[in-house]
């Protein structure tokens, strides 16, 4: 059997969850499935699914497999556009990933102007507050921030974003502005668990280094309902200065020790190695490289400080 039906099988297979779901995908009957399969596993001489009555699971050979698969079928399926002229041409279907609070307030609009000059393609934009394995998941790019990953995976960096405290004019009016980390204990700190997992806060600044336990009142997995909380004049939080700078702008929150704060983070387009990168792919690169960077900011501090008590 045609080694390269076998890998488009197998690709549908993960893809769909089932051999029902592959079969239907590749309009393929269940049985001619299920030899393909078998006939890859025995010509490689290795397991690469998990079978049980409820759910299917890759082996760690299968994990590895796949992923060459997928890269593979993607540059054969870029040969052929080439082939016939359509390499140029950015159509088809687009999926993209960010966490949910980047999604909505920078990716979606951006987004939803590339979809407006691109009437050929279609894009699925996932929010997701985990690092997805791109290739195996099926994602053409994701948005991600920090150092961008050590792996056949490519990185277009777009700009930084930097962690903040932030609490509101009348909050540290009432309670006090901090002006050493310690002081953090002796105030009302509302936790988001997106980038405060960790109640143990390690700072450093130009003259000190240190940690600070912090014991949140009021701990949220949603930045939203976290800075809400903080305009509200709550308490202190911590967030992204993309999340921020409206809020900053405006003068609802206001920078809490900023010179305890880390350096800021890189924000990069991650998208699969490929000799031939797809023209969708290419064309969402090229046209939202630059407003994401505008978007975002610089990720350095450069709003008013805290009105002193």
């Known amino acids: 059997m045609d080694r390269i039906l076998q890998m488009e099988v197998f690709a549908a297979i993960i893809d769909g969850g089932s051999f029902v779901q592959a079969a239907q995908r590749l309009r393929m009957s269940p049985p001619a499935v299920t030899r393909a399969m078998n006939a890859l596993e025995e010509r490689l001489g290795v397991q690469l699914l998990t079978r049980s009555t409820r759910q299917l699971s890759l082996t760690d050979a299968g994990s590895r497999f796949l992923e060459s698969s997928r890269r593979l079928l993607s540059e054969i399926e870029d040969a052929e556009k080439q082939a016939v002229g359509e390499i ?64 056949n995976l490519m990185a277009k960096r777009i700009g930084n974003v930097h962690r903040m405290f932030v609490a509101s004019p009348a909050y540290l009016q009432r309670r006090g502005l901090p002006t050493e980390p310690a002081d953090l204990k002796l105030h009302s700190i509302i936790g988001f668990t997106g980038i405060m997992a960790s109640h143990d806060w390690h700072y450093r600044s130009e003259t000190a280094r240190g940690h600070v336990v912090l014991h949140p009142r009021f701990e949220v997995n949603d930045a939203a309902t976290a800075l809400a909380a903080a305009v509200a004049g709550e308490g202190i939080t911590m967030a992204l200065s993309y999340m921020v700078s409206d809020h900053l702008r405006t003068g609802e929150l206001v920078p809490v020790l900023p010179e305890y704060l880390p350096p800021p983070e890189q924000v990069n387009l991650i998208y699969p190695q490929s000799k031939l990168i797809a023209p969708k792919v290419r064309a969402f690169l090229d046209f939202s490289a630059d407003r994401l960077k505008a978007a975002i900011g610089t990720g350095v501090i450069e709003h008013k400080r805290a009105p002193m008590t």
């Open 88 to 151: 140029g041409i950015a159509q088809g279907h687009l999926t993209i990933s960010a966490s949910v609070t980047f999604s909505r307030m920078i990716a979606a609009p951006i987004t939803r102007a590339f979809i407006a000059a691109h009437p050929k393609i279609t894009v699925s934009l996932i929010g997701m507050d985990r690092v997805a394995n791109i290739v195996e998941e099926g994602i053409d790019i994701a948005i991600r921030i920090g150092n961008p990953p050590d792996s």
